[in-house]
C-alpha cells in the first residue's frame, strides 16, 4: 500500500514538478537554495499527501503547499544569502550591458519580483498562474478586496522598482 | 501591467531541467529542516525542562528544605504539577492545528498560536521561580532557627537584611534577564520571517 502511495505520488509530482520550479523561482537566487526549497516543498507535499482526497486537482493542492512552505516554513542559511549577493550583482552588470530584449526583460522582472516582500510575491505567483480574485484570497486567508488591493499595490510597487 | 504580460507568456515554459522519479523519491526519504520542525523541537526542550524544574520543585519542597509555609506549599506543588500539565496539553492541541494545506493567514495564525502557548509557559515558569525564589529567602531569613536550645534570628541588622535581599533581588534578575535574553534571541531568528508576514497580512485588515 506504501510503495503504491509513493508511486502515485512521485509520479503526479514528477509530472507537475513546474508549479514547485516556479515558485522555487520567485522565492530564491541561487541554484543551491532553489533545489533546497524544492526538497522542502517536496517533502512537505509527501508528508500531506496521504491526506490528499483528489477532490482539489493535484496542481491546485500544490500551490498551497508550495505557498506555504516558501512563506512560512523555509529557511534561508547564511552562506546562501552571501552567494546571492554576488549573483545579484553579476546580474545588474550584464543587465546594463546588453539592450532590452526580452529576455532581458525577462531578467529584470524577475530580479525585480525578489525585490518584493514574500506575501506580495505569492500574490504576483498567483496572478501569473491565472488564478481569479476568489481562489487568491482563499488561497492566502484575505478577502477578496484586501487581495486586489494588495494585488494593485504589488503591481504598483513592481512599476516602481522596474522604472525608477 | 506590460512587464508583467512579458511574464506570463513565457511562465508556463519548464524553466528548469525535470528532476527525475528517483531523485523525487530519494528527497521524500530525507527529514524536513523546516521553521515548524525547529520551533517544535525547542518547545519540546522548553516543556520538558519546565516538567523537570516542577519536578524539583516538588522533591524539594517535600524534604522541607525550602522552609515554607503550608500554604504557600500546597499552591507550589498544585502550581508545580498543573502548569506542565495544562501547557503541554494546550501546546499539542495547537500543534495539531498546524496544516500545510491551510491558506496562508491561518497557517500563520496556528503557528504562532502554538509559540505563544510555550512563550507563555515559559514565562508562567520564570515567574513561579522569581516568587518562589523571593519567598523563600523571606522565610528563611526572617523565620527563628534553634541554634543551642536557644532561640535566635539567622541575622540580626536590618542593614544584613537589606543587603541580603538586595544581593537575592538582583541575583534572580540576572539569571531572569539571561534566560529571557537568549530565549528572545533565539526566537526573534527562528521567528522574525513567520512574523514579518503575519504583520503584513495583519495590516489588510486595519
Not at chain 1, 143 to 160: D, H, Q
Request: with cysteine; aromatic share 10%.
Amino acid at each position: 500500500m506504501d510503495k503504491e502511495l509513493e508511486h502515485s505520488f512521485v509520479t503526479q509530482l514528477e509530472k507537475h514538478q513546474n508549479i514547485i520550479h516556479k515558485v522555487c523561482r520567485l522565492y530564491t537566487n541561487n541554484q543551491d537554495a532553489h533545489n533546497d526549497l524544492f526538497q522542502e516543498v517536496t517533502i512537505q507535499l509527501w508528508r500531506a499527501f496521504p491526506k490528499f482526497r483528489g477532490e482539489a486537482k493535484f496542481s491546485t493542492w500544490m500551490y498551497r503547499i508550495a505557498l506555504n512552505t516558501a512563506i512560512t516554513l523555509y529557511r534561508k542559511s547564511k552562506r546562501k544569502i552571501q552567494t546571492n549577493d554576488i549573483a545579484d550583482y553579476n546580474f545588474k552588470i550584464k543587465s546594463e550591458e546588453y539592450d532590452d530584449t526580452e529576455e532581458e526583460q525577462l531578467k529584470l522582472m524577475y530580479s525585480a519580483i525578489k525585490q518584493l516582500s514574500d506575501i506580495e510575491k505569492a500574490l504576483i505567483f498567483l496572478y501569473l498562474e491565472e488564478k481569479n480574485y476568489k481562489e487568491i484570497s482563499e488561497t492566502m486567508g484575505i478577502s477578496e478586496v484586501n487581495a486586489r488591493v494588495k494585488m494593485n499595490r504589488a503591481k504598483g510597487k513592481l512599476k516602481k522598482i522596474l522604472n525608477p | 501591467m506590460e512587464e508583467l504580460d512579458i511574464l506570463k507568456k513565457s511562465w508556463n515554459k519548464d524553466i528548469h531541467p525535470k528532476i527525475s522519479a528517483e531523485s523525487i523519491y530519494k528527497m521524500i526519504l530525507k527529514k524536513s529542516s523546516s521553521a515548524v520542525k525547529w520551533i517544535f523541537i525547542i518547545s519540546m526542550i522548553e516543556l520538558a525542562l519546565g516538567l523537570s524544574s516542577g519536578i524539583l520543585l516538588l522533591t524539594t519542597n517535600s524534604e522541607n528544605e525550602l522552609n515554607l509555609p503550608s500554604w504557600l506549599e500546597t499552591i507550589v506543588t498544585i502550581a508545580g504539577i498543573l502548569i506542565p500539565i495544562i501547557y503541554s496539553y494546550k501546546f499539542f492541541r495547537n500543534y495539531q492545528t498546524i496544516n500545510t494545506t491551510s491558506s496562508v493567514k491561518e497557517l500563520l495564525n496556528n503557528i504562532i498560536k502554538t509559540r505563544k502557548t510555550v512563550k507563555q509557559f515559559v514565562l508562567v515558569n520564570l515567574s513561579l521561580i522569581a516568587v518562589m525564589v523571593i519567598f523563600t529567602s523571606y522565610y528563611t531569613l526572617t523565620t527563628p532557627m534553634g541554634v543551642n536550645n536557644e532561640i535566635a534570628y539567622p541575622l540580626i541588622t536590618l542593614k544584613d537584611y537589606f543587603i541580603l535581599a538586595l544581593v537575592i533581588l538582583i541575583f534572580t534578575a540576572i539569571v531572569i534577564g539571561a534566560c529571557l535574553f537568549v530565549y528572545f534571541l533565539l526566537y526573534g531568528i527562528l521567528m522574525r520571517k513567520l512574523n514579518k508576514n503575519h504583520k503584513e497580512l495583519k495590516q489588510l485588515d486595519l
